[in-house]
């Protein structure tokens, strides 16, 4: 494929019509061999340049794999880092293993579900806050959660980053202390930044 302009490539790779395309790049969600772009019209070569929105890579026409994994405690949830990471977890050999990324992440103390893909469009959508797809976490905390501060919680809550998404917290011992959360958005630390702000 010869150059292609960068609205057309995202547009063609599913990520909405032109204009929602236009509106992406102005957000500085997309960038081009690491380096973020806004013009719409940048020129690109989906053969050699390596094009993420919100640092995930875009391809067309390509094999596109899935694969589910249980992620144990003490992993890094990354392709590669000096700690051990989740792919080290994984046969070298697996179909699509050189392209694989996991949608979304688990803390290195957590354990639980994960996709492995090198569908970007997928992960897009499973990740923006947008779609509100569902994710679920069961935790424990330090002491009972209190009726006041289980409503604050869910009625969405002040971080660095802005205002949390509304987000349900059910009880799953009498103490309150077991929890399980479904939340719509994913962030960094989210789960533990959101009950850190109001002291648990």
Known sequence: MSFIRLDKFLSLAGFGSRKEVIRLIRKKKVKVNSQTIRDSSFKINPEKDLITVEDIPVKLKTTLFYY??????????????IQPVIMELIPSNLPGYKK??????????????LLLTNDGILAHRLLHPKWK?????????????????KTLIENGIELSDGKTLPCKIEFLNDEKTKLKITVYEGRHHLIKRMFGKIGY
Not at 100 to 110: E, I, S
Not at 133 to 144: F, W
């Open 68 to 81: 589910k994994m249980y992620k144990p405690k003490g992993y890094i949830t990354s392709v590669r880092d």
């Open 100 to 113: 694989l990324f996991p949608v979304g992440r688990l803390d290195k103390d957590a354990e639980g579900l």
């Open 133 to 149: 797809v569902p994710k679920i976490y069961e935790v424990e905390i330090s002491k009972t959660l209190s009726t006041s501060d």
